[in-house]
């Protein structure tokens, strides 16, 4: 009689995982994590902190350690918004030290712009908050990059 049950509950696992299986990816979709691709100076430690806070804050990173120029320039970034490093996610250009709050805000809200920067090495900015900072932080801006080369404020930190 056991060996009878059991092989009734071990067909009736099996029936229902073949019917769960095109169910799926739908278990899945929207859990996985943004790869936001980043070139960088290998020698920059605010940069690796930078990243240390996207992976911490749930994006997937991926890092080329080279030079940004020429990745800010393909972007459409003009130099008076660079910063020691650039990203790209989803489509968008990310320059400098923007917090994921705003990545994720720029990906739900999906504008027509190239991205999110914040010019220059602010302390206090994500990356730029260390310990070797003493606590130190300075109020900055995040712009949000038109594709006419312009900008306009996008967020606001104190």
């Known amino acids: 009689m056991k060996s009878t049950e059991n092989s009734r509950r071990y067909a009736l696992r099996i029936v229902a995982t073949a ?72 489509g968008y250009a990310i320059e400098g030290h923007v917090p994921a709050a705003d990545i994720r805000r720029l990906l739900k809200e999906r504008p027509d712009a190239i991205g999110l920067a914040v010019p220059g090495m602010v302390v206090g900015s994500p990356g730029m908050d260390g310990p070797a900072y003493g606590g130190q932080h300075d109020p900055y801006t995040v712009l949000l990059l038109s594709k006419s080369g312009g900008a306009t404020v996008y967020e606001s930190h104190q």
């Open 19 to 90: 019917l769960a299986m095109p169910l799926a990816p739908l278990a899945f979709a929207g859990t996985q994590k943004p790869l936001i691709e980043i070139w960088k100076n290998p020698a920059c430690i605010c940069c690796k902190d930078w990243v240390a806070h996207l992976e911490t804050n749930g994006f997937t990173t991926e890092v080329n350690e080279t030079d940004n120029s020429a990745t800010r320039s393909k972007l459409g970034v003009v130099a008076a918004y660079a910063s020691c490093h650039t990203a790209q996610v989803e």
